[in-house]
Structure formats: C-alpha cells, structure tokens
C-alpha cells in the first residue's frame, strides 16, 4: 500500500517552454502532497505543500508564478514550470500523506521526475 | 540557525553492522525520520522516533536520545542492495521538517 507515481520519469526540454510533473497517490487519498527538488549529493528542499481544493503554500524563496501547483483531486497534484530555463535542472521528487498533512505523518515519496533544460 | 549534522560518506563489509549517526541543533523537537534513499529514486520510509530509546525493524533499528540530540540508524546483517543514502529529518517546534544532507553508505563484498 502507500504507492505514488510520478510521471514522466525524466523529461527533457528547451529553455523558454513549460514542463508539467504530475503526482498520483495510487492506492489511498492524499490531502496534503508536498513538492521537493534535489540537487546532487544534496538533500531535499522543500518547495511547496499542497493541499486538496487549496492554494498551495510555497517556501521561502520559492517562486510560486515559477513553479505552479494544482492538486486539484484527492489523488492529484502537478507542478508545472513555467519558463523553464537551465538553473531550473534538478530532480523533483513528489510525496503525500495520507494523515492530516502534518510532518510527524509518514510521507510516501514518488519515483521522481528528472528534470533537464537545455 | 537549524542544524543536522550526518557523515557525508561510509563503507562497511557485507555481512557486517554498520551505524549512521545523526545529531541535530533545531528549535525544538517533535519527532525524528530516517528514510533509505538510493541513487536516482525518491526516499523511502525507515523509522520514525519520537521518544528516546531504540526501535528496532528487522535488520535495521534506529536510536534516539533527545537530550543529547542524537539519533542513529543501526544497518545489520548488511546486503549489497543497502549501498544507498540514509537521509535523517527532524521535526522542530514549528512543525517544520529539517532535512539532513544525508549518508552515502557503500557496501563492499
């Protein structure tokens, strides 16, 4: 149980143009999905925690016009980067709970989605 | 400042016990997560310790003393497919989760 997809897996793009990452809670209902990107050898920063049929809550220097997030349905979340351009590079990894969206719930964690920008 | 502090890197023999430690200076503590994480995939859970004392799962078991705000992760009877990182996360009074750097662990036959 507890399984989230991430789709694509990786993904390749042009500077300029905008990517959608989508998050899917496969096998129970996630009201709150949290968003990380992670650079190499570095741990996971959060971006974003959203929560279903609200406005997601953005961290500290985190564009939200940048990175847009809509979790739209209790099993969906996407992220989209808007404009991406080559610093945006990174690994994005998605996770949900299926608690009450506080931290001390245990968060399942997607595959990940790599993101390139040429 | 908030501060989780982990070995960057360590090698241990297949067969063998190996511990991975954690300390932590946050605001406050609520909780303490461990999650395996291997190259190129998300994290997966390991351990969750709120209250001190050791918890053990199987192969692995995880520690935690708060007073000396230092946890760890005990890896028994160690398999090739353990070679990963260990991530260690603390909850602090905010509610916020602090993540470590985590540790690359590599196993040698």
């Known amino acids: 149980g507890a399984v989230v997809s991430q789709h694509p897996s990786w993904v390749i793009c042009k500077s300029g143009t905008s990517v959608k990452i989508e998050c899917r809670s496969l096998d129970f209902q996630a009201t709150t999905m949290f968003w990380y990107r992670q650079f190499p050898k570095q741990s996971l920063m959060l971006m974003a925690t959203?929560?279903?049929?609200?406005?997601?809550?953005?961290e500290q220097g985190v564009e939200k016009d940048k990175f847009l997030i809509n979790h739209a349905s209790l099993t969906l979340s996407t992220l989209t980067v808007t404009s991406a351009h080559p610093e945006d590079s990174s690994f994005y990894i998605c996770s949900a709970t299926d608690g009450a969206g506080e931290p001390t719930d245990t968060q399942y964690f997607g595959p990940g989605t790599r993101l390139t920008v040429l | 400042g908030q501060n989780i502090d982990q070995p960057t890197e360590m090698t241990a023999t297949e067969g063998a016990i190996v511990q991975i430690n954690c300390t932590y200076q946050t605001s406050g503590f609520n909780g303490l997560f461990w999650y395996q994480q291997h190259a190129g995939e998300a994290p997966t859970f390991l351990s969750y310790?709120?209250l001190d004392g050791l918890e053990e799962k199987g192969r692995f078991s995880s520690f935690l003393s708060r007073s000396k705000g230092y946890s760890y992760l005990l890896l028994k009877e160690l398999q090739m497919k353990d070679s990963a990182s260990y991530l260690c996360?603390?909850?602090?009074?905010?509610?916020?989760?602090?993540w470590g750097a985590g540790t690359k662990l590599i196993i040698k036959p």
């Open positions: 996360a603390v909850i602090d009074s905010n509610y916020q989760l602090i």
């Open positions: 310790n709120v």
């Open positions: 959203s929560n279903e049929g609200s406005k997601a809550t953005y």
